[in-house]
């Protein structure tokens, strides 16, 4: 082998050339070779690493992936669930209300707040936060308008037994049934008095049919008076029916209930006849409201027939 071919450089304050010594440089040159081919080994064995995950990394990538498809459909369904709480249970709610003559629940209670973010500041460092932190507003937002639906049908339930109590309860039928009636033989306001023979209030109906035609009761109630009046009203029952309601039925021929005796609407509880301050058989009947004297006529229809009367009755 032959030797290697010197090399020189002119030195220009010697104005001589001298000899370059490369081995120090090629050391060097070699040096910097070998840790850069270092590096980039080193870089692409971390970039293969973060590449190629085990099994259990995978595992749990797949798991995390899952849990967020998951948490997207219970975000989905609680939307669905809003939906059919506030189109269906809100709307019937309000409709039930209309009905039994109850305000409605306001819309700032229906929306049930629940205050700031503070309760679900521990979630905001998770994965998927700001989803996760919807679906736990949606929840809790849910479970408040669940219990406040739920406090509202046990409302809507306890009045709708007292307007079921109260209709039944009302004085909505005649006291005399259509087949036994002859005619009304006196109306409800002012009119001449058979005894002093001059104006004066009449406060009910005067009915007119046989003596010993049965009476009924024209709603559920409790009987406060049975017995014969001093005020000429012979011999006189009056029924509370309580919700400010009460009947009275005079001039009758036989009393068939006592005081304190609880009767439903359709009940016999007297005949008719002419006792008392009386021009001939005859029901007086009249009702009041908070003590204040009510036209019977308006809580009974006239043109009833004898049918759908009886069957009345007898459903009473």
């Given at each position: ?16 050339f ?31 690493l ?23 459909v ?20 309000n ?64 009045k ?21 009636l ?14 002093v ?86 029901l ?13 006529m ?12 009886e ?6």
């Amino acid at each position: 082998m032959g030797k290697k071919r010197k090399k020189y450089k002119y030195n220009y304050t010697t104005l001589t050339f001298e000899e370059i010594n490369i081995r120090g440089v090629q050391i060097i040159r070699k040096a910097l070779i070998l840790i850069f081919i270092l590096c980039l080994i080193v870089t692409i064995d971390i970039f293969l690493l973060s590449m190629i995950r085990s099994p259990k990394e995978l595992s749990l990538s797949k798991e995390g992936e899952e849990l967020n498809a998951l948490i997207e459909v219970i975000n989905n369904q609680l939307d669905s669930v809003s939906d059919i709480l506030v189109n269906s249970h809100f709307k019937d709610d309000n409709l039930y209300r209309m009905i039994l003559e109850i305000d409605t629940i306001p819309k700032s209670i229906r929306d049930a707040g629940i205050g700031g973010s503070e309760k679900y500041r521990n979630l905001e460092n998770i994965n998927k936060a700001g989803l996760i932190v919807d679906v736990a507003r949606k929840i809790d937002k849910l479970y408040r308008q669940i219990d406040i639906q739920s406090d509202s049908y046990e409302f809507l339930m306890d009045k709708a037994a007292e307007k079921i109590k109260r209709i039944s309860c009302i004085p909505s039928i005649q006291p005399v049934s259509v087949k036994d009636l002859t005619f009304i033989s006196s109306y409800f306001g002012v009119r001449v008095d058979p005894f002093v023979k001059y104006k004066k209030p009449h406060y009910g109906l005067d009915f007119v049919a046989p003596k010993g035609t049965k009476i009924y009761a024209t709603g559920d109630g409790i009987v406060t008076l049975s017995k014969y009046s001093r005020k000429g009203y012979g011999n006189e029952i009056i029924i509370d029916h309580f919700f400010g309601y009460n009947t009275r039925y005079a001039h009758l021929d036989e009393i068939i209930v006592k005081k304190g005796e609880k009767v439903k609407r359709g009940q016999l509880i007297g005949l008719l006849g002419n006792t008392g301050r009386s021009t001939g058989p005859h029901l007086h009947y009249e009702i009041r409201y908070f003590n204040r004297p009510i036209n019977p006529m308006y809580y009974f229809s006239d043109e009833i027939s004898e049918n759908e009367y009886e069957r009345m009755i007898k459903r009473n």
